[in-house]
């Protein structure tokens, strides 16, 4: 018996083609149903009025026993002679197919199952297409309900040869084509008489016999950064092994920062070693102070990912939302995340008969390609080159809209084109750097951007705040919208442009102080989107964004300073809540609601955020 | 250790940095028996040494008494910052459910007291997918409403280690960092890294405890199994189910999921 290898095995195909009923049988002929458990489900079969129903092992809900359907995906644990496994059942339904992901996206292997009976069908062909997203290159084709056909080899062709064309062109293998009847139990754990014309072994053997060696990437390494922990006095960066082994002398390129470093030391609780392989977590110490996020990319220095911002991506959508172009999503890849957008809909893809769709509106569970575009540069590989860096996930909100994988040939690779441009500018180089001034504050530099309505409190907050942290020895400082339309800006109005450039002379700004290592926070009712999306790129690593929330009604209650008076008499003209627009923010860092919460409350949860966000470690 | 408790292992760890780094305000569920030994000690492994984050003991006052040792020696041992929640009395409870379903809801309004206390946005609990069929479908991260109840026909996607972590402020987490270990991968990573544990799992007199509950509601199981080796030896070939001696799971044919969707472990 092997124990260092436990397969995770996942069935997939057309709702009602028998997946549960499958592995339910397999677990019986195993004899790894329990007395008790065997009891339990004759119980409820016989409540239903059923005959014995192996399906009810793994369709534990009450609803997909009474609507004899699988809901959402399970995985149940049983071993053969040679080995350990977990069964993946996921559901067929069409309404279910993020079920379906979730259970077989972490698969070794796959089944497709097949009603040999009813033939091919829609689910049939779009669980193909999904597998070849999720990475399968190879599947093992169950043909069930063999009895129903009478063990019938002139049917069983007719339907074998229709899915394994389907299957070449998706350029999936078929690993073996096995006729089986998960009721009657041909061909599951041993060889059926019936089907004497069927020449391959059993599930059982050919299961055993599957090997799920994995591609070996080598000096790929890929470490994405997935935390940052102060360890007594150490600075430890924690994160996995994506791909290929990291060693204790090797010197790392972290992306996008474009920074080389050498490795310190490895840590691992409670002892450590010098290498580290694929799939293992460690820490890392670094020879030398440099910055480093979440989400960045560290890679031995000849062998890096590519670094993006525009790029393709095979999808398959999950929300009842359709795709809109050139709205934000935010894209989490390992564990970075990002705001992206979508510039272009290339294909919508009817898996029926591979062609591309005439109505490019992707909706729920259509599978597209997409051509993505990002402010900021995220380090990614080709999925077809390693695949853990060259997925990703989208979401929209709180709701994850899509999964998609990464096609990097047709946009050029950043890191290329930025050292190219870098060559004609030779930067000075100062003495006392960004990293120089942290270590010597204890924090980092910040922008903390306060938008919010006249009256929202954003001035209130700001002023305790920036007491707080300064009690703290914080180098910290409030640029106030109203200030600075005393000096600086004085020259603008309140029209629309001058509004964008009185925004962008205050981020200008904030970005200097920023250099200078401090915090900066900005009171200013920034009223559009695109403006601070704008202030955001600046510098978009240390940028927060927070959302002073109070109705008009309740700011103009307030009226700290008589304009709302002002602006509803017209006396005041473009006064944004009344005679002017106020975009809310979609996606803020942080909502400090001062119509709920008291002020002190809201000056706490600032300062918590902030200290949390911007101390060194 | 073998590669399969090393994967085992670094699944684990992965989810508990990820937890910390993504929910705001978390704590972890300990209720003393040797699935949560076992996740305490990965998340050592996460966090170097010193949890950053509270531990949750929900007291039935029912444990047994070799709980309660354990218990005070281990939260000084291990350096715990230990929350020790208590749950409200019976008649409290819905009176429709059996007695022990019953005798068990009293964990999951113990357990949604602290929640409301303290406003964690995160709890890690140490359940698995090979103990019952609705946890068998379980997400790694799975959203409870305020009043804690599981939407078991709505789960969100979970794929490629992403999750969702944007949930209105009402929401909180439930975190399954053993999801995908068994009852025999917990024993041999027992043995492994050798944690302790309660030793009601050993057998005296021909019984031994598999899993361990409120006393009135829980009970041993025929075995002779009386260290690690011969506990791994004997679930390689037993047929009885880890949970038999678990009342509650006896009572009805829905009442577990009753229970679960309604916020319980």
Redesign the interface.
């Known amino acids: 018996m092997d124990e260092s290898q436990t397969p995770r095995v996942v069935t997939v195909g057309h709702v009602d083609h028998g997946k549960s009923s499958f592995i339910g049988r397999l677990m019986y002929e195993l004899g790894q149903v329990t007395e008790e458990k065997f009891q339990e489900l004759k119980n409820i079969s016989t409540k239903r009025g059923m005959e014995f129903e192996f399906a009810f092992l793994l369709d534990a809900l009450q609803d997909e026993r009474n609507q004899g359907i699988t809901i959402d995906t399970t995985q149940i644990f049983f071993k053969t002679e040679k080995r350990n496994y977990i069964f993946i059942d996921a559901p067929g339904h069409k309404e279910f197919i993020k079920n379906m992901i979730t259970g077989a996206s972490s698969a070794d292997i796959a089944f497709l199952i097949v009603d040999v009976e009813e033939g091919v069908k829609e689910q049939t062909k779009k669980h193909a297409y999904l597998l070849k997203i999720l990475g399968f290159e190879r599947v093992i084709v169950l043909y069930n309900k063999v009895d129903k056909i009478k063990y019938s080899q002139e049917k069983f062709d007719r339907v074998n040869k229709e899915l394994e064309s389907y299957l070449s062109k998706l350029e999936i293998k078929v690993h073996s084509s096995i006729p089986i009847s998960a009721k009657n139990g041909d061909n599951i754990s041993k060889k059926s008489q019936k089907t004497d014309w069927y020449l391959g072994g059993s599930v059982i053997d050919i299961l055993d016999g599957f090997s799920i060696d994995k591609k070996d990437y080598k000096d790929e390494l890929r470490f994405p950064v997935q935390d940052i922990y102060k360890v007594g006095d150490k600075r430890v960066i924690v994160g996995r092994v994506e791909s290929g082994k990291i060693t204790n002398d090797d010197t790392l390129l972290f992306l996008p920062t474009n920074q080389i470093v050498k490795i310190k030391t490895l840590e691992s609780w409670p002892s450590s070693k010098t290498e580290y392989n694929q799939g293992e977590c460690l820490g890392i110490t670094l020879d030398e102070q440099i910055f480093v996020d979440v989400g960045n990319v560290a890679s031995r220095p000849e062998k890096p990912p590519k670094l993006m911002n525009r790029f393709e991506a095979n999808i398959f959508w999950l929300s009842q939302k359709k795709v809109k172009l050139n709205k934000k999503y935010d894209m989490k890849i390992n564990t970075g995340q990002y705001q992206v957008s979508i510039n272009e809909i290339k294909k919508v893809i009817d898996t029926n008969d591979l062609q591309s769709k005439k109505n490019y509106d992707v909706t729920k569970n259509d599978i597209c390609e997409l051509v993505f575009h990002s402010s900021q540069l995220i380090p990614m590989d080709n999925y077809s080159d390693i695949k853990s860096t060259g997925r990703f996930c989208l979401l929209d909100e709180n709701e994850i809209v899509a999964g998609g994988i990464l096609n990097l040939k047709n946009f050029p690779d950043q890191k290329e084109v930025l050292s190219k441009s870098k060559k004609n500018i030779i930067p000075e180089e100062f003495y006392v750097s960004e990293i120089d001034r942290s270590v010597m504050l204890k924090h980092r530099p910040g922008i903390i951007w306060l938008t919010g309505l006249s009256g929202s409190g954003k001035s209130t907050i700001a002023k305790g705040v920036e007491k707080k942290l300064f009690s703290d020895n914080c180098n910290v400082f409030s640029l106030d919208g109203d200030n600075l339309r005393l000096g600086l800006n004085k020259d603008l109005s309140f029209s629309p442009e001058d509004r964008t450039e009185n925004i962008r002379r205050t981020a200008e700004v904030a970005k200097l102080f920023s250099q200078a290592g401090f915090l900066v926070i900005v009171s200013l009712i920034s009223p559009y989107r695109s403006e601070r999306r704008k202030a955001r790129d600046i510098r978009p690593e240390i940028f927060r964004l927070i959302y002073t929330k109070a109705s008009v009604d309740i700011c103009s209650k307030r009226d700290v300073k008589g304009l709302y008076a002002k602006a509803k008499s017209g006396e005041i003209k473009s006064f944004t809540g009344i005679s002017s627009p106020y975009e809310e923010p979609q996606k803020p860092d942080l909502v400090i609601n001062t119509a709920k919460e008291q002020v002190h409350e809201s000056i706490e949860r600032l300062y918590n955020f902030i200290k949390k966000e911007f101390s060194f470690s | 250790m073998?590669?399969?408790l090393?994967?085992l292992e670094?699944e684990s760890?992965?989810i508990f940095?990820?937890s910390?780094?993504s929910i705001k305000n978390i704590a972890m569920l300990w209720s003393l028996g040797k699935d949560s030994n076992v996740m305490m000690w990965l998340a050592?492994?996460?966090?170097?040494?010193k949890l950053p984050f509270p531990v949750v003991h929900v007291d039935t006052k029912k444990k047994f008494k070799e709980m309660y040792e354990f218990r005070n020696i281990y939260e000084k041992k291990w350096n715990l910052n230990l929350i020790k929640g208590n749950c409200p009395d019976i008649k409290e409870i819905d009176p429709s459910l059996p007695p022990a379903a019953r005798s068990a809801a009293r964990k999951t309004a113990g357990l949604k007291k602290i929640l409301d206390k303290y406003k964690f946005k995160g709890v890690i609990a140490g359940i698995r997918?090979?103990e019952?069929?609705?946890r068998?479908?379980e997400?790694i991260f799975s959203p409870r409403d305020e009043s804690g109840k599981w939407d078991?026909?709505n789960?969100?996607?979970?794929?490629?280690d992403?999750?969702?972590f944007?949930?209105?402020d009402s929401v909180h987490i439930r975190i399954h960092p053993l999801l995908?270990w068994?009852e025999i991968d917990i024993w041999r990573y027992i043995k492994a890294q050798k944690i302790p544990i309660v030793d009601l799992y050993f057998s005296k007199n021909g019984k031994r405890y598999r899993s361990l509950g409120d006393k009135d509601i829980t009970f041993p199981v025929k075995s002779n199994a009386s260290n690690i080796d011969e506990i791994i030896e004997e679930l390689k070939i037993t047929?009885?189910?880890e949970r038999?001696g678990r009342a509650m799971d006896h009572e009805r044919?829905?009442i577990f999921?009753n229970l679960r969707t309604k916020g319980y472990m």
Do not use: L, M
């Open positions: 073998d590669n399969h090393i994967k670094n760890i992965y940095r990820q910390y780094r050592f492994k996460a966090f170097f040494g997918r090979d019952q069929g609705t068998a479908k997400r078991i026909k789960q969100p996607p979970e794929f490629w992403q999750s969702n944007n949930y209105p995908g068994t047929k009885v189910s038999s044919e829905d999921e």
